[in-house]
C-alpha cells in the first residue's frame, strides 16, 4: 500500500465541484511540500500544483490545492469532460529519505 | 524542455539493464533529477534521485541494492542501472526533473515519455 492514502475513484458531472483528499503523516505531509500530478490516458504525469498551492504557467485556475497538517486536498472546479485522468498526490517523507506517492484517484466525468 | 529515456525492452529475470534519459531545453547540471516507474495498470512509484552534481543519492527500498542512478553532466544523460532483473519490475520508467535542488520542497516540473520494460522469460 500507498505510504499517501487517497481515495480510488471519484466522480462528478460537467460543471461541478470535486476534491481529491490525500492523507499523510508527520513525515511527509506535515513538514514538507505536497504536489499533485494529473495523467491523462497513455501518457506521462503533468505537474498539476505545487508546494500544496501553486499552480505551473498554463493550468487553470479550475485546479486548486491545500493542505492542513497531515493532510492535502485538490479541488477541481467547474468540471470538464477533458478532466477525466488519474490524479496523484506526491510529497517527500523525511523518515524513509524519499519520494512518496499517493495511489492515485481517478476521475471520471459522468 | 525536453526529456527522452531510452533502454527499456524485454529482458529476462536476473539480467541487467540500463535505462538513459537524455535531458535538453535547460541547464541540466542545475537541476536533480528522479527515476519514478509506473507498473502496468497501477499507480505511480518513486525510485531515485540523484542530486545535479551526482553528490547525493536517494532511493526507494525497494530500488536500494539492485538499483543505481547516475549522471553524466557532460552528455546531458541520467541513467539508471536495474541488476537482477524481477518480474515485478515489469514497469514504464520516467526520468524527471525536480524543481528545486531540496528534496523536501521539490516538485517534478518537466517528465519524458517514459522507457517501458518487461522481465519475462
Known amino acids: 500500500q500507498s505510504v499517501l492514502t487517497q481515495p480510488p475513484s471519484a466522480s462528478g458531472t460537467p460543471g461541478q465541484r470535486v476534491s481529491i483528499s490525500c492523507s499523510g503523516s508527520?513525515?511527509?505531509?506535515?513538514?514538507?511540500?505536497v504536489n499533485w500530478y494529473q495523467q491523462l490516458p497513455g501518457t506521462a504525469p503533468k505537474l498539476l500544483i505545487y508546494?500544496?498551492?501553486q499552480r505551473p504557467s498554463g493550468v487553470p485556475d479550475r485546479f486548486s490545492g491545500s493542505k492542513s497538517g497531515t493532510s492535502a486536498s485538490l479541488a477541481i472546479s467547474g468540471l470538464r469532460s477533458e478532466d477525466e485522468a488519474d490524479y496523484y498526490c506526491?510529497?517527500?517523507?523525511?523518515?524513509?529519505?524519499?519520494?512518496?506517492f499517493g495511489g492515485g484517484t481517478k476521475l471520471t466525468v459522468l | 524542455v525536453q526529456m527522452v529515456e531510452s533502454g527499456g525492452g524485454v529482458v529476462q529475470p536476473g539480467r541487467s539493464l540500463r535505462l538513459s534519459c537524455v535531458a535538453s531545453?535547460?541547464?541540466?547540471?542545475?537541476?536533480?533529477m528522479h527515476w519514478v516507474r509506473q507498473a502496468p495498470g497501477k499507480g505511480l512509484d518513486w525510485v531515485a534521485l540523484?542530486?545535479?552534481?551526482?553528490?547525493?543519492?536517494y532511493y526507494a527500498d525497494s530500488a536500494k541494492g539492485r538499483f543505481t542512478i547516475s549522471r553524466d553532466n557532460s552528455k546531458n544523460t541520467v541513467y539508471l542501472q536495474i541488476n537482477s532483473l524481477r518480474p515485478d519490475d515489469t514497469a514504464v520508467y520516467y526520468c524527471?526533473?525536480?524543481?528545486?535542488?531540496?528534496?523536501?520542497?521539490?516538485?517534478?516540473?518537466?517528465w519524458g515519455q517514459g522507457s517501458r520494460v518487461t522481465v519475462s522469460s
Open positions: 524527471a526533473r525536480a524543481s528545486t535542488n531540496l528534496p523536501s520542497s521539490a516538485s517534478l516540473d518537466f
Open positions: 531545453g535547460f541547464t541540466f547540471n542545475f537541476f536533480t
Open positions: 540523484i542530486s545535479y552534481d551526482g553528490s547525493d543519492k
Open positions: 508527520s513525515s511527509n505531509i506535515e513538514t514538507n511540500t
Open positions: 508546494a500544496n498551492n
Open positions: 506526491s510529497s517527500w517523507d523525511d523518515g524513509l529519505k524519499g519520494g512518496v
